[in-house]
């Protein structure tokens, strides 16, 4: 019989997670699978698990919690040719994963998904530097805002929560002085804010990268420069009406390849968890993952 492994993480979903577990497993044993359960209790155990999914030659790796935990078992899948099919149920705060895919965010309707899901899918990733990243990475003070964010704030906020803590950068309005290195061009710009996108969803908005497409084979880069005036009153607008890559204090840059540099220390956010600190260099994996979807 085939073998599927779930890998959990039961704090996810304001630890509502675990709840769901029986359920989860149900729903893969009736697609035909034995079933492993394996839950994690610290960083990285994601990663570990969907590593010992592939050596020991499983078929199918669940995972279930939000997008960190979903970039940490990719990761794990990623360092490998040889590949099971993923899939996942979001329990995240912001699931922009999830977004892009069409997964839906209420646990009974995503297990429900999880059901019917029969079509296999090769998908895009990133990799930054020595690390992987599924769906987002930004830099710049806002992006640097979200490390505050607790767990009480996300779950009596939900994504609120990082949008307000990143509105209390906006007054500074800092910005960064950047090298942006791509294969024919260099670009020199100060930034206040910088997100590279591999999917159309992007800190809860399904309509920042509305190009992106999961095996598109480009990641989706949008520099925001420093603002004046009533710039923001137009840029926030184009964040939900999708023309946030034609306003005048966006450059946007379609590429499967960039190195960004910086006399300045700046940090990252890579799917909604700490990341690298420049120098980074980012690339496209084209069609690296077996996802299974509707």
């Known amino acids: 019989m085939k073998q599927a492994m779930v890998i959990l993480n039961p704090s996810s979903g304001h630890e509502a997670a675990?709840?769901?577990?029986?359920?989860?497993?149900?729903?893969?044993?009736?697609?035909?699978?034995e079933v492993v359960v394996k839950?994690?209790?610290?960083?990285?155990?994601?990663?570990?698990?969907a590593e010992e999914a592939v050596n020991d030659g499983y078929d199918y790796v669940i995972g279930v919690g939000g997008d960190g935990t979903i970039n940490e078992v990719i990761a794990g899948l990623a360092r490998y040719d040889q590949q099971p099919l993923f899939s996942f149920?979001?329990?995240?705060?912001?699931?922009?994963?999830?977004?892009?895919?069409?997964?839906?965010?209420?646990?009974?309707?995503?297990?429900?998904?999880?059901?019917?899901?029969?079509?296999?899918?090769?998908?895009?990733?990133?990799?930054?530097?020595?690390?992987?990243?599924v769906n987002v990475v930004a830099l710049g003070a806002v992006a640097e805002a979200t490390y505050e964010v607790g767990v009480e704030q996300k779950t009596r906020l939900g994504p609120l929560a990082y949008y307000i803590e990143g509105a209390k950068t906006l007054a500074e309005n800092k910005?960064?002085?950047?090298?942006?290195?791509?294969?024919?061009?260099?670009?020199?710009?100060?930034?206040?804010?910088?997100?590279?996108?591999?999917?159309?969803?992007?800190?809860?908005?399904?309509?920042?990268?509305?190009?992106?497409?999961?095996?598109?084979?480009?990641?989706?880069?949008?520099?925001?420069?420093?603002?004046?005036?009533?710039?923001?009153?137009t840029l926030l607008p184009s964040v939900l009406t999708g023309e946030f890559k034609d306003h005048e204090k966006v450059r946007y840059i379609k590429?499967?390849?960039?190195?960004?540099?910086?006399?300045?220390?700046?940090?990252?956010?890579?799917?909604?968890?700490?990341?690298?600190?420049?120098?980074?260099?980012?690339?496209?994996?084209?069609?690296?993952?077996?996802?299974?979807?509707?």
């Open 18 to 33: 675990i709840d769901y577990k029986e359920d989860i497993v149900s729903v893969i044993k009736e697609k035909g699978y």
């Open 39 to 49: 839950e994690t209790e610290k960083k990285d155990d994601a990663t570990v698990f």
């Open 175 to 233: 910005v960064y002085p950047l090298t942006f290195k791509l294969s024919d061009d260099t670009i020199d710009e100060e930034a206040f804010l910088v997100v590279i996108g591999m999917t159309n969803s992007i800190a809860g908005f399904e309509k920042i990268a509305t190009d992106a497409k999961l095996d598109d084979g480009y990641m989706h880069v949008f520099i925001v420069k420093k603002l004046a005036g009533f710039d923001l009153m």
């Open 89 to 133: 149920v979001p329990f995240g705060t912001v699931n922009d994963f999830a977004r892009a895919i069409g997964i839906p965010l209420k646990p009974r309707d995503a297990i429900e998904w999880l059901k019917e899901a029969r079509t296999e899918q090769r998908v895009d990733i990133g990799k930054i530097n020595e690390r992987y990243f």
């Open 255 to 294: 590429t499967k390849e960039i190195q960004i540099e910086s006399m300045a220390s700046l940090h990252t956010n890579i799917d909604g968890d700490e990341g690298e600190d420049l120098p980074l260099h980012l690339t496209v994996l084209p069609k690296h993952i077996r996802l299974l979807r509707k």
